[in-house]
């Protein structure tokens, strides 16, 4: 049928290919890869998150709704930055381009800085995705209490290792707080539901929902930090695993996305360039529409 | 001006559709967005008892954003029909798979056995506590209190 599509060209245009540049159409089909990965992952977190019999309230795992959604307004920012150096490497303004593409590349740093901090408070708290950093348990049962007696065990004998003589009235004091800590009934012969509960909520108070007041009541790992006696978190290892799964692939993406402006600033950002940077361009505004949903996927529900 | 496939410089035939501006209504756009979502998590959001609306309403709201990204930033509002090629399938399979999902992970903790119940988390039985320690004034065993184990 070709001569016959040759006679009628008029009529019939025939096309190889998608009418885009190679580059782009890679892009798309890359990304239609990640929005089924991405889909995976939050579908996953959804399903969990509904299955789950118990969830963390986000004060629990001392996550800030107000960080995330600062998060959300870098993302957004550099987004717009992105597009605008589009445009201006279209208008062959290639210093403005540039220019715009360095405001990207701050603003991910950014993105990427506010995160680490995130990570770092949950880090600071026991929070972790796994054994053995993990200090979290799901319920005050013995296991719970094996671990706090064992962590002050820990502690005791780090204070002692110094020897009598070289104790300071600080190290004193830690020593008494241990004592007392190890007279808890929880921690016990004869340890019970209640008093293991009491135990797990004088180490770390329950969370509050948003709307309600905040608590007052600090446990005893907040008033004193060196302690880091273990947790209970409700659901807080299911919590955390998803967390650092959504977030690390999402920071990760972030960090792909930053190697190649990094690279952006080292060419002329010309009309010539500007296939390149509606590329990059696309991949950056998919990662920003996954921060949309994760922010109040994550942080709000 | 912009350079085609094979490396051409030429004349964009939607310069004049990509406003700067266009940009910019987006970005506030976005702005309010987001603050709306966030809006879900003060305490002047009125269904803080139904938690379901403000999952929704949030949702809603990342739709939206989503679109608004989509269809200004990624050009898709100007694109030709290829872009549903490219997106639509995707779409389905995201959901797909979200829904296959449901029974084997989402549904598991309806029906548990014993065993997986002795290692489910369980929200903190805060009750006992306070009865504990009413008890505890009172001198008696801890025993009595502490309910089943």
């Not at chain 1, 807080?236 to 792909?256: E, I, K, P, Q, R």
Request: proline share 6%.
């Amino acid at each position: 049928m070709a001569t016959a599509g040759h006679a009628h060209s008029d009529s019939f245009q025939y096309q190889p290919a998608l009418p885009i540049p190679n580059g782009k159409l890679c892009m798309w089909l890359f990304l239609s890869t990640e929005i089924m990965f991405f889909a995976a992952l939050i579908g996953t977190y959804i399903v969990i998150r509904f299955g789950a019999p118990v969830w963390p309230f986000s004060h629990e795992v001392h996550l800030s709704e107000p960080i995330g959604a600062f998060n959300t307004f870098v993302l957004i920012c550099s987004s717009v930055s992105v597009v605008l150096a589009l445009e201006a490497s279209r208008a062959n303004r290639a210093g403005a381009a540039k220019g715009w593409i360095a405001t990207t590349l701050a603003l991910g740093v950014l993105f990427l800085g506010v995160k680490a901090y995130e990570y770092n408070a949950k880090f600071g708290h026991g929070i972790y995705p796994a054994l053995p950093r993990s200090r979290m348990y799901e319920k005050p049962d013995l296991y719970f209490a094996s671990a706090v007696r064992q962590r002050i065990q820990a502690l005791r004998a780090e204070i002692n290792a110094k020897g009598a003589e070289n104790l300071t009235e600080q190290d004193q004091q830690r020593l008494q707080l241990l004592d007392e800590i190890a007279a808890d009934p929880a921690l016990g012969p004869d340890p019970t539901r209640a008093s293991l509960t009491a135990l797990a909520l004088r180490i770390m108070p329950l969370g509050t929902a948003p709307g309600e007041e905040e608590s007052h009541h600090a446990g005893l790992n907040d008033e004193h930090p060196w302690l880091k006696l273990p947790i209970v978190v409700p659901g807080g290892n299911m919590w955390a695993s998803t967390y650092f799964t959504l977030t690390g692939f999402h920071a990760l993406h972030v960090l792909g996305g930053l190697v190649v402006f990094a690279l952006l600033l080292f060419m002329r950002l010309d009309a010539g360039k500007a296939n390149f940077i509606e590329n990059i361009g696309l991949y950056w505004h998919f990662v920003d529409i996954v921060w949309i949903f994760l922010f109040p996927l994550l942080y709000l529900f | 001006m912009s350079a085609n496939a094979s490396g051409e410089t030429v004349v964009d035939p939607h310069a004049a559709e990509h406003g700067i501006g266009k940009y910019i209504a987006v970005f506030v756009a976005l702005i309010v967005l987001t603050g709306a979502s966030f809006f879900t998590y003060s305490s002047l959001w009125p269904f803080h008892d139904e938690p379901a609306v403000g999952r929704l309403f949030m949702m809603a709201v990342s739709c939206t954003k989503a679109t608004l990204v989509m269809l200004f930033f990624m050009h898709l509002k100007w694109e030709a029909n290829w872009k549903y090629v490219l997106t639509v399938p995707p779409a389905i399979m995201a959901i797909f798979i979200m829904l296959a999902l449901v029974p084997d992970i989402g549904l598991r903790y309806r029906i548990a056995s014993p065993k997986r119940r002795a290692f489910m988390a369980e929200p903190l039985d805060v009750a006992s506590v306070e009865a504990g320690s009413h008890a505890a004034d009172n001198g008696d065993q801890q025993h009595e209190t502490g309910g089943e184990h």
